[in-house]
């Protein structure tokens, strides 16, 4: 038995009742967006919104309401595109670039082909919070984030860790994702952001579920209990320009050791999967990498078949088919290394292990694999095998 009230300024007035014994106090709710004459007003989820004003003064008020006025759109990734002043003359040449990029991009990394990367490392963290581990994965997000998951320190790991400062500081995601404590197994991150998490060893059995997070690992939801390729870990997987998800190669040594060289594709982040090869031609293997090149072909570097591989494949059909690109590279035969593919169309490679033992070497090339030149000896950080490497943004 209380009433109510809307005030020429939007306001909500309330007063009185009864709630066992008689009120009249008076309470006040104030909705409105803006108080100003001509206010700007930052959207920040996408979606199509109504707008109403009401105007007042000692006369009285009036107002007006515009249905589905102001459309937001989601925030899409922008275009890259340049041009130059001149593309031919005598040495020394001076080019202007313009970027003619659109969609409002905020980070410019011009590569103008002639870069060396023979920079130092720099250490970013020398203990990053998460444990000391091996066999973990790594993915870049869109927005510049890393999120780091799983691996071996002593015993299997189901942590996920996210840094948004290019791995100076983590912040932990959660400390039980939800898929069993692994190893060795892969992920990939998809244009939408969310992360998809394949495969790998769990201590007790090699599995072969898939994982989703919309939420930078935080949080975790199953695709597949068992995916349509067998049990595995030591794969690798990269995402292509249409979003689908390619798997290749790894091993199952729990009884008789199976070592695989088929691919798998799916285009539903990782609910099903359709088989592509089933004998890529490439030798059965685990613990090589490979990598997605900016025109869609994928590029397959080392690994282990019993032995250490130096060989490099690449398809051009998403995983399909495969041509040899060298039996052979310059840097030696080894496997558990690192890999990235740049925006300049070259790929670098990192680390690993060896029958020697670890490495700290890095190389490049810049013809999809088939020729290779060191880029430094000894890259500063220790030798190791079963890291991660990832390309940035930036």
């Known amino acids: 038995y209380h009433s109510s009230v809307v005030m020429p300024d939007g306001s909500v007035i309330l007063m009185g009742g009864f709630d066992g014994s008689y009120k009249k106090d008076v309470w006040r709710f104030d909705p409105v967006g ?17 707008v109403a004003l009401q105007v007042f003064n000692d006369d009285g008020y009036n107002s007006t309401r515009t249905i589905d006025y102001v459309t937001v759109e989601a ?35 011009w590569f103008f082909g002639d870069e060396t990367y023979d920079q130092a490392w720099t250490e970013m963290n020398a203990s990053s919070g998460w444990s000391k581990r091996l066999g973990h994965t790594a993915v870049t997000i869109q927005d510049g984030s890393i999120v780091l ?30 898929w069993s404590t692994r190893y060795a197994h892969a992920s990939v991150t998809q244009s939408d952001g969310s992360i998809v998490l394949m495969g790998g060893l769990d201590g007790f059995a090699i599995v072969n ?31 292509l320009p249409d979003g689908s998800i390619v798997l290749m190669g790894g091993w199952n040594d729990m009884g008789a050791v199976t070592l695989f060289n088929d691919v798998w594709r799916s285009e539903d982040a990782g609910a099903t999967w359709t088989q592509q090869t ?33 060989d490099v494949w690449r398809s051009t059909d998403g995983g399909v088919t495969w041509t040899q690109q060298t039996g052979n590279a310059g840097w030696g035969a080894r496997a558990i290394h690192g890999s990235v593919a740049m925006p300049d169309g070259s790929i670098l490679l990192m680390g690993g292990q060896n029958a020697g033992g670890y490495l700290n070497d890095m190389w490049r090339s810049t013809d999809y694999g088939a020729a290779w030149t060191r880029v430094n000896e000894n890259s500063g950080w220790t030798a190791r095998r079963s890291h991660t490497a990832i390309a940035m943004p930036d």
């Not at 890259?80 to 980070?107: H, K, M, N, R, Y």
């Not at 919309?214 to 794969?235: C, K, M, S, V």
């Open 34 to 50: 803006s108080s100003e004459q001509s206010p700007s007003h930052e959207y920040t989820v996408a979606g199509t919104y109504s």
């Open 75 to 109: 925030p899409v990734a922008p275009t890259a595109a340049f041009s130059a002043d001149l593309t031919s003359g005598p040495t020394p040449l001076t080019v202007q670039f313009t970027d003619g990029s659109t969609d409002i991009p905020t980070g410019w990394a």
């Open 149 to 178: 998951m799983g691996g071996y320190d002593g015993d299997y790991k189901d942590d996920t860790w996210r840094s948004t400062d290019g791995g100076a500081t983590w912040t932990l995601a959660t400390a039980s994702a939800g």
């Open 209 to 239: 579920d898939t994982w989703r997070s919309n939420d930078y690992g935080a949080t975790w939801t199953r695709q597949t209990e068992h995916a349509a390729w067998p049990a595995r870990y030591g794969h690798s997987s990269v995402v």
């Open 278 to 310: 089933g004998n890529a031609g490439w030798a059965a293997r685990t613990y090589h990498t490979s990598v997605v090149m900016p025109d869609g072909s994928i590029v397959l570097m080392g690994g282990y078949d019993g032995g250490f591989k130096n």
